[in-house]
């Protein structure tokens, strides 16, 4: 069983950086796709950033140009590197995890989840 637990969240003024780590007790598959999510209050959960088992990254547009998805050597942590951050960026963050190619934007494409780490950004 595939479990996720993320680390990381924390309060950081605007313009900040932070970086996001997932421990990933296995991976699913041969080939698996690791994902970020974020949700904001009132709002569906998100994917902000994917990374597949060839290293292959993806990112939502509204955080191409500041955030990075990367997975360590040993393919066992997931990390979300976010810079010059807005406190649009203030949400609960996620990792997840599914058996197969990247194909899916959508949460309920993805099996695996940790229990989320709170990023709050303060103007």
């Known amino acids: 069983q595939v479990e996720l637990v993320e680390s990381g969240g924390g309060s950081v003024q605007a313009g900040g950086s932070l970086t996001l780590s997932c421990a990933v007790s296995?991976?699913?598959?041969?080939?698996?796709?690791m994902a970020w999510f974020r949700q904001k209050p009132g709002e569906v959960r998100k994917a902000v950033a994917r990374?597949?088992?060839?290293?292959?990254?993806y990112l939502e547009d509204s955080v191409k140009d500041r955030f990075s998805i990367s997975m360590n050597a040993n393919k066992n942590t997931l990390y979300l590197r976010m810079n010059r951050l807005t406190p649009e960026d203030t949400a609960m963050y996620y990792c997840?995890?599914?058996?197969?190619?990247?194909?899916?934007?959508?949460?309920?494409?993805?099996?695996?989840w940790g229990q989320g780490t709170q990023v709050t950004v303060s103007s």
């Open positions: 997840a995890a599914e058996r197969g190619w990247c194909v899916n934007w959508r949460d309920d494409g993805y099996t695996f």
């Open positions: 296995e991976l699913p598959d041969r080939i698996y796709c």
């Open positions: 990374i597949d088992s060839d290293g292959d990254t």
